[in-house]
T-cell receptor, first 112, second 114 residues
Framework: QKEVEQDPGPLSVPEGAIVSLNCTYS??????FMWYRQYSRKGPELLMY????GNKEDGRFTAQVDKSSKYISLFIRDSQPSDSATYLC????????????FGKGTRLSVIA | DSGVTQTPKHLITATGQRVTLRCSPR?????VYWYQQSLDQGLQFLIQ???????AKGNILERFSAQQFPDLHSELNLSSLELGDSALYFC?????????????FGDGTRLSIL
C-alpha cells in the first residue's frame, strides 16, 4: 500500500460546480496536511495548510482532515476555468527530518 | 511568484553527460529541498539541506549530489545521465527545518536526455 493515495482523475466539471478532491493515507504519524495546485509547466503552489484534524476555509477553498479515517479532502466552491490544474495533497509528520510525502495529483478541468 | 528561483528552465543533453541545476530559496528561508517529478512516479523527494548542511535524504541516486552554499543557494548535480533521468526537477524552500513549516516551490527545471 502506498503511503498516500490520490485518484489521478482526470476530473471534468462544469463552471460553478462544487469540486471534491480526496486523499487517503496510511501513516498515522502524519500531522501536517497540505494541498498544492500545479498549473502546466509551473511548480506546485501552496493552497491550503492544516494541522491535525478539522476544517480550514480560505475563500472558495475548504480543506478537511479526518485523522480517524486517514482521509483528507479539498472542496472548491463555485469552480472557475482558472481552477483547471493538477491538485496535489501532501503530508508530513512532526518527528525528525521527515520529508513531505505527496499524492500523485488529481487533474481537474473546469469547463466554461 | 513563490520567491524560489530555479535555473535553467530547460536543459537538453545526452546520455552520459553531467548537468548542474541551480536554486535560490525565498529570502529568509534556510532550508532547501530537491524533488524529481515524473509522470509515473509523481513528486519524489531527493534531498534536503538546512543552512549549508545535509539534513535528510530520500531516493536520491548515487550519481546525483547536491550542496547548499553559504549564501543559501543550492545546486543539484546529476552525472552519468541516463534516459530515465528525464524529468522535472523542483526546488522548494522553507523557513526552518521543522515539519510544520510549509514548503514553497520554484517553477522547476525540465531535463530532457536524448
Amino acid at each position: 500500500q502506498k503511503e498516500v493515495e490520490q485518484d489521478p482523475g482526470p476530473l471534468s466539471v462544469p463552471e460553478g460546480a462544487i469540486v471534491s478532491l480526496n486523499c487517503t493515507y496510511s501513516n498515522s504519524a502524519f500531522q501536517y496536511f497540505m494541498w498544492y495546485r500545479q498549473y502546466s509547466r509551473k511548480g506546485p503552489e501552496l493552497l491550503m495548510y492544516t494541522y491535525s484534524s478539522g476544517n480550514k476555509e480560505d475563500g472558495r477553498f475548504t480543506a478537511q482532515v479526518d485523522k480517524s479515517s486517514k482521509y483528507i479532502s479539498l472542496f472548491i466552491r463555485d469552480s472557475q476555468p482558472s481552477d483547471s490544474a493538477t491538485y496535489l495533497c501532501a503530508m508530513s509528520s512532526p518527528s525528525g527530518n521527515t520529508p513531505l510525502v505527496f499524492g500523485k495529483g488529481t487533474r481537474l478541468s473546469v469547463i466554461a | 511568484d513563490s520567491g524560489v528561483t530555479q535555473t535553467p528552465k530547460h536543459l537538453i543533453t545526452a546520455t552520459g553527460q553531467r548537468v548542474t541545476l541551480r536554486c535560490s530559496p525565498r529570502s529568509g528561508d534556510l532550508s532547501v529541498y530537491w524533488y524529481q517529478q515524473s509522470l509515473d512516479q509523481g513528486l519524489q523527494f531527493l534531498i534536503q539541506y538546512y543552512n549549508g548542511e545535509e539534513r535528510a535524504k530520500g531516493n536520491i541516486l548515487e550519481r546525483f549530489s547536491a550542496q547548499q552554499f553559504p549564501d543559501l543557494h543550492s545546486e543539484l548535480n546529476l552525472s552519468s545521465l541516463e534516459l530515465g533521468d528525464s524529468a522535472l526537477y523542483f526546488c522548494a524552500s522553507s523557513a526552518t527545518v521543522l515539519a510544520d513549516q510549509p514548503q514553497h516551490f520554484g517553477d522547476g527545471t525540465r531535463l530532457s536526455i536524448l
